[in-house]
């Protein structure tokens, strides 16, 4: 519908910006924001001028172009230039997002799995990334724990900052006869609430992890189509895909299937209905008990994001990351106990003060797989820059059945 103005549709005249994640880039000495669209809905990446920034903050579909012009005391045809590019990239809740959307929806019904992203950083091919994998696991020392695994949680950081925690964990399973594999993801980017599937498969530069079909039409037989609702979710998601290489690497090729969970911290915003993490986990108990051969339960996620990139008034030193690994340490041993409501009441106790990225994931996985026993195999923390601006810890852990 048009506006009163009669002049343009009524998503270009009152914008409103979808998520995107602003990256900081430099050309020589002009600064600005990459807008980074989490689902890539098309080829190109709009860069603004960085003083820019603030004003995308009226884009939010209550302001009109006149208005958002008045309030920046910009001229009217600069603002409709602004808003026809971020238009037709995607990145306003419109006709051309949705028909972008709707492309690459088709896209990957034909591929059958989810784009290839971060995992390329371990090579082009299978050659090169089992070469990287084989020796980053040579050079681990296997925890050897004393129980059969049903359950672990890994990373999601990159590979080389955290190889060592990447391998230990994975040791714990390797040579396991396993025939699929669940996969728990944090929808951090995604728009979509509630627990989200996907019939899709996983690649990695080792090949794809097919989904398991069965699987998935058992939970959808007890969920309903809503959990697949928002399955394009995760393609902005890079947690799961993380795993894949270390899956094929060290368990073969088991079927896969991909969930992004919620973070209990964070109330839903939509009146849509939603599949919430106490029924995905009957769901998933059910099917798991009912389905032939081993499966096995993959959290990802990170622990502490501390520093001024993350909010805090200070750069990082000793005490602070001394602070940081107490507290991680505090909530681990409460993971270790095994029940999910007194790990997720200790992480609420500080508002999750320091930032886990993993809090559902992990609450989710405790429920689905109850352990006995739970070992921590590595713990580590990551400087993201050399002046204590980030720092982000990650853990391995291995959870018996």
């Given at each position: 519908?048009?506006?009163?103005?009669?002049?343009?549709?009524?998503?270009?005249?009152?914008?409103?910006?979808?998520?995107?994640?602003?990256?900081?880039?430099?050309?020589?000495?002009?600064?600005?924001?990459?807008?980074?669209?989490?689902?890539?809905?098309?080829?190109?990446?709009?860069?603004?001028?960085?003083?820019?920034?603030?004003?995308?903050?009226?884009?939010?579909?209550?302001?009109?172009?006149?208005?958002?012009?008045?309030?920046?005391?910009?001229?009217?045809?600069?603002?409709?230039?602004?808003?026809?590019?971020?238009?037709?990239?995607?990145?306003?809740?419109?006709?051309?997002?949705?028909?972008?959307?709707?492309?690459?929806?088709?896209?990957?019904?034909?591929?059958?799995?989810?784009?290839?992203?971060?995992?390329?950083t371990l090579g082009e091919d299978a050659g090169a990334c089992t070469n990287v994998l084989h020796g980053w696991m040579e050079q681990c020392e296997d925890p050897e724990v004393e129980f059969e695994v049903a359950g672990l949680f890994s990373p999601r950081m990159d590979y080389e900052p955290v190889k060592a925690v990447y391998a230990g964990t994975y040791h714990t399973v390797t040579g396991a006869e396993i025939e699929r594999v669940v996969v728990l993801g944090n929808n951090q980017f995604g728009f979509g609430e509630g627990c989200i599937g996907t019939r899709l498969g996983v690649q990695s530069p080792m090949g794809r992890l097919d989904a398991d079909s069965d699987f998935i039409d058992a939970l959808v037989a007890q969920l309903g189509d809503t959990f697949l609702r928002d399955e394009l979710d995760h393609v902005a998601d890079f947690g799961i895909e993380m795993q894949v290489p270390w899956i094929q690497h060290c368990l073969g090729s088991p079927r896969i299937i991909p969930v992004l969970i919620p973070d209990p911290l964070t109330q839903a915003s939509s009146d849509e209905p939603l599949i919430e993490t106490a029924d995905f986990v009957d769901a998933a108990r059910a099917v798991i008990a009912e389905s032939p051969g081993r499966t096995l339960v993959i959290g990802t996620g990170d622990l502490s994001h501390i520093g001024p990139q993350f909010g805090e008034p200070r750069a990082i030193d000793e005490q602070r990351r001394f602070e940081a690994e107490r507290t991680d340490r505090e909530l681990l041993a409460a993971f270790a106990k095994g029940e999910a409501d007194s790990f997720t009441s200790a992480v609420k106790w500080n508002a999750n003060a320091n930032r886990w990225s993993g809090v559902g994931v992990m609450a989710c996985l405790l429920d689905i797989v109850r352990p006995t026993s739970v070992d921590l195999i590595d713990y580590h923390q990551h400087a993201l820059d050399d002046q204590g601006a980030a720092m982000v810890a990650s853990a391995g852990l291995a959870l018996s059945v």
């Open positions: 519908m048009d506006t009163a103005e009669g002049q343009r549709p009524a998503h270009i005249e009152r914008p409103h910006l979808r998520r995107v994640l602003p990256q900081p880039v430099t050309n020589g000495e002009q600064k600005g924001l990459a807008l980074r669209d989490p689902l890539m809905l098309a080829s190109q990446t709009m860069v603004i001028p960085i003083g820019m920034a603030q004003a995308l903050q009226h884009f939010n579909g209550e302001w009109t172009i006149g208005e958002i012009s008045t309030n920046l005391k910009a001229p009217p045809e600069a603002v409709e230039q602004l808003v026809a590019k971020l238009d037709e990239l995607g990145l306003l809740w419109g006709p051309t997002a949705e028909r972008l959307e709707s492309e690459l929806r088709e896209r990957l019904c034909i591929d059958g799995a989810l784009p290839l992203r971060q995992s390329r």
